[in-house]
């Protein structure tokens, strides 16, 4: 599967607790999105990372929350003293440079729940 | 007020059906417009995208962009029980940016 991959696909952490998700995009993809969907709603924009470099960050993304690309290629996601208003889905898409936005790939997603 | 408003649904619809998705937004400078299919627990799938105004068509799917009134429309003929899932529309105001998506509209397509 060349897709974009997610880990973990589930997680379910106690308030408090400090939660990190991987994104691996599709090979060569350098453009890599981090999008947080609830229920009943449509994904919101998180950040937005352009080879190494995060480019965009959303209001959305508070101080709890860090975003990284060391090199390029897979992303981490990390949430620090959860809350229960983190619980969401986390969904994690690519894209080629040379191709407009609409050209975005999802992944799975990580379903967070916080007790 | 949300700059992409879309009815959530359900839309119960028979098979064979044609089916009118329908968003509307607010940011004039939107200039790309895409509609996702999303099953349950899975993520996002790209379906049709558009650029700026006009109809694009794909098979059974039909995108429409009327800038004019700032809104869009997906259309699904001979619609099939494996078009059930959750239609989200997105949008962009430039190439490489975010995409702000709808609510989404929960379509089932009964047997």
């Known amino acids: 599967d060349t897709g974009v991959s997610q880990d973990p696909r589930h997680k379910i952490t106690k308030r408090g607790q400090n939660v990190t998700f991987r994104c691996d995009p599709i090979?060569?993809?350098?453009?890599l999105y981090w999008y947080r969907q609830t229920l009943g709603q449509g994904p919101e924009f998180l950040t937005y990372f352009q080879n190494e470099a995060q480019l965009e960050k959303s209001r959305l993304l508070s101080d709890r929350f860090s975003a990284e690309r060391p090199k390029g290629s897979f992303s981490t996601l990390e949430i620090q003293r959860t809350e229960q208003g983190d619980s969401a889905m986390y969904l994690c898409?690519?894209?080629?440079?040379?191709?407009?936005?609409?050209?975005?790939?999802f992944g799975p997603g990580t379903r967070l729940t916080v007790t | 007020q949300k700059e992409v408003e879309q009815d959530p649904g359900p839309l119960s619809v028979p098979e064979g059906a044609i089916v009118s998705l329908n968003c509307t937004y607010s940011?004039?400078?939107?200039?790309?417009f895409m509609w996702y299919r999303q099953y349950s627990r899975k993520g996002p799938e790209l379906l049709m995208y558009?650029?700026?105004?006009g109809n694009k068509e794909d098979g059974r799917f039909t995108a429409q962009v009327d800038k004019s009134s700032k809104y869009i429309s997906l259309f699904i003929r001979d619609s099939q029980p494996s078009d059930s899932a959750t239609y989200l529309c997105a949008m962009s105001a430039r190439s490489f940016q975010k995409l702000v998506f709808g609510t989404g509209t929960r379509l089932l397509v009964s047997p």
């Open positions: 940011n004039s400078a939107f200039q790309y």
């Open positions: 898409a690519s894209s080629l440079g040379d191709r407009p936005s609409y050209e975005q790939y």
């Open positions: 090979s060569e993809h350098n453009r």
């Open positions: 558009t650029y700026s105004s």
